[in-house]
């Protein structure tokens, strides 16, 4: 099975922007592992935000954009808020089959 | 409102088998995969299984192929997962997820505990 990296923490001043990254273990990221980005909170269930690279669902914040970048998937964030620390996970498909990245925890400070 | 949500953990001993259950509402059922995922106590996500919207292709992760069993039943809007042959290292938050292979993964439910231990 395949393996998904991401970095474990990232930080980022408020107002700042901050890009996390999501590779795979069988070469360069493209759009036929479908990337996905999820945001969790502490004891809140994850919270699908990008889906196919760059498509964002209705309720995720504008100062979110997905991208390829480098061969790997990257999720930036635009302006930083308080509320947007978290951890952040990458998912990939490979022919039906998801894996997970570790998780990127991102601090606001 | 769209929502899903899950039913059926609790604790089981290593080798037993438990039935989670996924209720869907607020859409229409058959028209999307469905996905389960857990997370074990203070750790990341990990993918578990999907089936189509059909119903005829179900993945699984490696680790579960063989011992886990996904299906659905659309004319209850519900989507199952089997456990069998439990271990310990089982022992996670299970989410119940609408959609997967062929439709867009959104959202997710707020999870069942399965919990095995002697």
């Known amino acids: 099975q395949a393996v998904v990296t991401q970095e474990p923490s990232l930080t980022v001043s408020p107002g700042g922007t901050v890009t996390l990254t999501c590779g795979s273990s069988t070469g360069a990221v493209t759009s036929g592992l479908f990337p996905y980005w999820f945001q969790q909170k502490p004891g809140q269930a994850p919270r699908t935000l990008i889906y196919d690279i760059s498509k964002k669902h209705s309720w995720a914040p504008a100062r979110f954009s997905g991208s390829l970048l480098g061969g790997k998937a990257a999720l930036t964030l635009s302006g930083a808020q308080p509320e947007d620390e978290a951890e952040y996970y990458c998912?990939?498909?490979?022919?039906?089959?998801?894996?997970f990245g570790g998780g990127t925890k991102l601090t606001v400070l | 409102e769209v929502q899903v949500v899950e039913s059926g953990g609790g604790l089981e001993q290593p080798g037993g088998s438990l039935r989670l259950s996924c209720a869907g509402s607020g859409f229409t059922f058959s028209n999307y995969a469905m996905s389960w995922a857990r997370q074990a106590p203070g750790k990341g996500l990990e993918w578990v299984s999907a089936i189509t919207a059909s119903g005829d292709t179900t993945y699984y992760a490696d680790s579960m192929k063989g011992r886990f069993t996904i299906s659905r039943d659309s004319s209850e809007n519900t989507v199952y997962l089997q456990l069998n042959s439990l271990r310990v290292e089982d022992t996670a938050l299970y989410y119940c997820?609408?959609?997967?292979?062929?439709?867009?993964?959104?959202?997710w439910g707020q999870g069942t505990m399965v919990t095995v231990s002697s």
């Open positions: 998912a990939l498909y490979y022919s039906g089959v998801g894996v």
């Open positions: 997820v609408k959609g997967g292979w062929g439709t867009p993964v959104d959202i």
